[in-house]
């Protein structure tokens, strides 16, 4: 009987040690929640479709509660994408810092192939669709509306769902060196048009350079089709 109750008084002195041991650790769980808060917090400022997920920490790790807010810091000054990793700090009574990693996913609507296609294929509205995708493993730009890439052609062969981006797109000339062109200039409720003649190749939304045939000035502009460019003053 002795030997049992011995036990017992054992076992509820080991019970309450831990309980006391768990009120002064510091919950991994409140460390995850306060990386994933300062994420939010960055990312909402500029984006409204997002994912975050912070990865679990060491069970084994034991910090003492800290008995201040905790400090949270990012090690790149710029919008947390992707992998990154976080720093958290207890600035209190008993300091300690700590890194944890975490993933953050961006989403936006972007220009994808609607089928396959093939290598030097111009395209146009039924070869082109807007689709959520993840922002963050874009490496090469990408187009957030379909008219961005019609009348481009492709540089290679891809699959239908593959990401239009800058590297697999170049534009189609449409006015060539020496071409005769309509200098279009519009500012200020004013709708200017004159003669003049294209200094370089140009495709449908690129900036070129044309000489104004009457003032022999050289200005700016950008291809608006075959035969015009558009001066905004």
């Known amino acids: 009987m002795t030997v049992r109750w011995i036990l017992m008084v054992c076992l509820l002195s080991l019970a309450v040690s831990l ?3 768990d009120r002064n650790k510091q919950s991994l769980e409140s460390i995850r929640q306060a990386v994933a808060s300062h994420l939010e917090s960055i990312i909402r400022q500029e984006h409204r479709d997002f994912d975050i997920k912070v990865n679990s920490l060491d069970p084994r790790l034991r910090l003492t509660r800290c008995d201040q807010p905790l400090a949270i810091s990012l090690l790149r000054d710029k919008t947390p994408v992707g ?12 300091p300690w ?12 609507k972007v220009a ?4 396959s296609l093939a290598k030097g294929t111009v395209l146009d509205e039924a070869m082109v669709i807007l689709k959520r995708t993840n922002i963050a493993d874009l490496r090469g730009g990408y187009f957030s509306t379909t008219e961005s890439a019609l009348g481009k052609r492709l540089t290679r062969s891809l699959p239908a ?13 449409i006015v060539h060196k020496g071409d005769a062109v ?7 409720g004013l709708d200017v048009r004159m003669g003049g003649h294209a200094l370089m190749d140009g495709g449908l939304g690129e900036r ?14 950008v291809v608006r089709g075959p035969n015009e460019v558009r001066v905004v003053f």
């Open 208 to 221: 070129i350079r044309v000489r104004n045939d009457r003032s022999q000035r050289v200005v700016e502009g």
């Open 182 to 188: 309509m200098i279009r200039a519009r500012g200020g």
């Open 83 to 94: 992998a990154v990793s976080v720093g958290v700090a207890c600035r209190g009574s008993h």
């Open 112 to 115: 994808v192939l609607a089928r």
């Open 161 to 173: 769902g593959a990401v239009l981006t800058s590297r697999e797109l170049t534009s189609l000339k």
């Open 19 to 21: 309980k006391a041991e």
């Open 97 to 108: 810092t700590i890194y944890v990693r975490a993933n953050v996913r961006l989403f936006q």
